[in-house]
């Protein structure tokens, strides 16, 4: 969420928008380290000047908000965007809504944790965008017995960098995924459907607690997912509840890997059998599909150049953007 966002502020700055990034030292920390060149002077650590004290985090986290209202108050910021999920920073803010310009929100939960109290303290903000339809319904449906004039819109797409896109000539490895190691994001299925897939040469990047068992598999941190998608021939989205809007599905897409993914949650505002083949989370069909698509060349080719176009052509920065100015910011 934070690297999109920060992709978002790139190309607003570039469009010519005034825009200052005001971040926790997390968030400060990680887009310094990061490749999205922000000028430093637009980013201001708003807990800098706590975090060396032996506080708990917790109040460190209070006392850079305060700190942020302090400066949206001194530098006359005339507008607030929260890169963040209902929880502590939004609970703050609300309790001091009326001190500050317009406010509003983003909420890219595809998992739906946010209570309804969470987003109950949103509506007398501007508006909320949500990233897919299923998140609109779920923040309306909490919204929908109380007063609020708050504007809730769906973001017309997720986008990622295409620059980084790196294509080799020889695709080397077989089967790609690239997933953090803890439940849910289906390595559980993969385990369950190696029984019944040759050995192929597998490559699985992530880490986390939760090393998958997977006979013959490369196992390893992935530092440039673009490097590695650009080698693989078949690249394997098995999340338990939802692909979308997964950042290295998206990669893989751009790569011209082709897609094997489950059909869960909002998948198909990214794929549909055009472009990739779409699987019920069992393990006879995953193995089915690895073994169809190693087998035939084509179409393996044919559905990677699909998955290709239709990312790079539904969801891009400009097409976000565009809708992010004149939905959210309204300028």
Not at 25 to 44: A, V, Y
Not at 271 to 293: G, Q, R, V, W, Y
């Amino acid at each position: 969420m934070e690297r999109r966002y920060a992709r978002l502020v790139k190309h607003l700055i570039s469009e010519g928008l005034d825009v200052v990034v005001y971040a926790t030292r997390e968030t400060f920390d990680g887009l310094k380290s990061s490749d999205i060149e922000i000028p430093h002077q637009r980013i201001i650590d708003i807990e800098g000047k706590f975090f060396i004290s032996r506080l708990p985090r917790k109040i460190k986290r209070i006392l850079g908000l305060i700190h942020f209202i302090f400066l949206v108050r001194w530098n006359k910021i005339d507008r607030i965007h929260v890169a963040s999920n209902p929880g502590l920073i939004t609970g703050i803010l609300a309790k001091a809504d009326s001190f500050l310009p317009p406010i509003s929100a983003s909420m890219v939960d595809s998992f739906l944790t946010a209570t309804e109290l969470d987003i109950r303290r949103l509506s007398n903000w501007h508006s909320i965008e949500c990233l897919s339809p299923r998140i609109s319904e779920y923040v309306c449906q909490h919204l929908k017995n109380i007063d609020s004039k708050v504007d809730v819109s769906t973001a017309p797409c997720s986008f990622i960098d295409y620059s980084k896109v790196i294509e080799e000539g020889h695709r080397h490895i077989d089967v790609l995924m690239i997933a953090r190691f803890t439940p849910g994001k289906g390595y559980e299925l993969l385990e369950k459907a190696a029984s019944k897939i040759k050995e192929y040469n597998m490559h699985l990047c992530g880490f986390g607690k939760h090393i998958p068992n997977v006979r013959a598999a490369k196992i390893y941190e992935c530092k440039d997912p673009f490097a590695i998608c650009g080698q693989a021939k078949i690249f394997l989205s098995l999340q338990e509840k939802n692909n979308y809007p997964s950042q290295a599905l998206m990669e893989a897409m751009a790569s011209g890997c082709a897609i094997i993914a489950t059909d869960v949650g909002e998948t198909r505002l990214l794929l549909d059998e055009s472009c990739a083949i779409i699987i019920p989370p069992k393990p006879c069909a995953l193995a089915n599909a690895i073994t169809l698509l190693m087998s035939d060349d084509s179409r393996r080719v044919r559905l990677g150049q699909a998955a290709k176009n239709r990312v790079e052509k539904s969801h891009n920065i400009q097409r976000y953007s565009e809708y992010f100015v004149q939905n959210i910011l309204k300028v």
